[in-house]
């Protein structure tokens, strides 16, 4: 299963696996979050971690009624894969 959590005093979410932490930076304005920037670490990179990180934001998102602003060239990236997230998409 998928542990996505949000460290609200780091402005980021993360997702660990195998010991190793892949995050996405946030900016967050009322109920709107922009994600400023997706990194996985080389051990997770070509593994779908960082998807996985995006999947769990958008479960979070879709729980809490965020709206999310992909404001990095990953995090566009996907939405543009998922078009069953656009809903999700501020503005």
Not at 20 to 47: C, F, M, S, W
Not at 65 to 79: E, G, H, L, M, V
């Amino acid at each position: 299963m998928t542990v996505v959590i949000d460290n609200s005093q780091e402005y980021s979410f993360e997702l660990t696996e195998n010991g190793y932490t892949a995050i996405a930076d946030y900016k967050k304005h009322n109920e709107d979050y922009t994600i400023r920037h997706v990194e996985a670490p080389v051990e997770l990179q070509g593994k779908g971690t960082a998807s996985r990180l995006m999947e769990g934001i958008i479960a979070m998102a879709r729980q809490n009624k965020w709206k999310i602003t992909p404001n990095c060239p990953y995090a566009d990236a996907w939405f543009k894969r998922h078009p069953e997230a656009h809903d999700l998409l501020a503005g």
